[in-house]
DNA sequence: GCATTAACCACCG
DNA sequence: CGGTGGTTAATGC
């Protein structure tokens, strides 16, 4: 038993679900009527894992609602977060090209609805569906500039800083066009993905606010500058009053 | 000393 | 009522 056993009874997407699904647009009618026809949707309860290491691909995964974990496990088994995915984002296409088995481990924050896309649909609409193949190209492009702007942004020890890059990272407009500018994420999710404590999250939140930088609401977050969230620093000085 | 974590309570949905 | 957020107390370094 790995997945589909638990809670996850697969459904068929509804027109608003579908909505959320950036690639479905790059599609023409006979390939998009292929693929809607095999997406799935499966119901995801917080701590949940979409997928683990070392199991063998079998969907390509995106978020229609709710907030994804990207992790590795360290030396003491500490979560090493590599990436959190909002609604709208897609991923794992690597590891369906390559046909390997996940070299990670994707768990859902809160509860999510996950659709997943049957290899083989994946693999024919590669093929024949050239807007398709040029999403996936262009997906793979920005991750790779994500990653390397996340390994800078791990060296930056700054709290305030981290929360800000990870922030910037889950509302890049290519990566995650379905994300406007306010998106639904507790501080205690941003803790879980940034690898600090709720109360942490909190002080780092209030700063980048002070610097008109988001816009903290109950229960989500509004970006006012993306910009200053990807570029700025926000060491300690110069926050007294 | 400091920063991080745990505990508490007030509130929004 | 449960989940969320702000604050305070306790803990570890």
């Excluded at 020890?157 to 929360?163: M, Q």
Aim: one cysteine or more; glycine letters at 8%; hydrophobic letters at 35%.
């Amino acid at each position: 038993m790995s997945h589909s056993a638990t809670s996850g009874s697969r459904r068929r997407p509804t027109a608003a679900e579908l909505g959320t699904i950036p690639w479905l647009r790059c599609l023409q009618s006979q390939e998009y009527h292929q693929a809607v026809d095999a997406i799935s949707l499966r119901y995801m309860s917080r701590g949940e894992h979409v997928a683990r290491i070392g199991e063998p691909v079998t969907h390509w995964f995106g978020v229609v609602d709710g907030l994804l974990k990207v992790y590795v496990e360290g030396e003491e088994g500490q979560s090493i977060t590599l990436t959190g995915i909002p609604p709208g984002g897609w991923f794992g296409e690597g590891t369906a090209l390559k046909r390997e088995p996940y070299r990670f481990n994707i768990q859902a924050l809160r509860t999510s609805v996950v659709a997943g896309l049957p290899l083989q649909t994946f693999d024919r609409l590669l093929d024949q569906a050239p807007g398709f193949s040029r999403f996936v190209m262009t997906q793979l492009n920005e991750r790779l500039a994500q990653f390397i702007a996340a390994q800078e942004a791990q060296r930056l020890g700054d709290p305030a800083t981290r929360v800000a890059r990870n922030l910037a990272a889950m509302f890049n407009p290519t990566l995650y066009p379905m994300t406007g500018t306010t998106l639904r994420v507790t501080q205690q999710d941003i803790g879980c993905l940034v690898g600090l404590s709720r109360q942490r999250v909190n002080q780092a939140l209030s700063r980048l606010q002070s610097h008109g930088c988001i816009k903290s609401e109950y229960g989500s977050i509004c970006i006012l500058d993306l910009d200053a969230l990807r570029a700025n620093t926000f060491c300690d000085p110069c926050v007294k009053h």
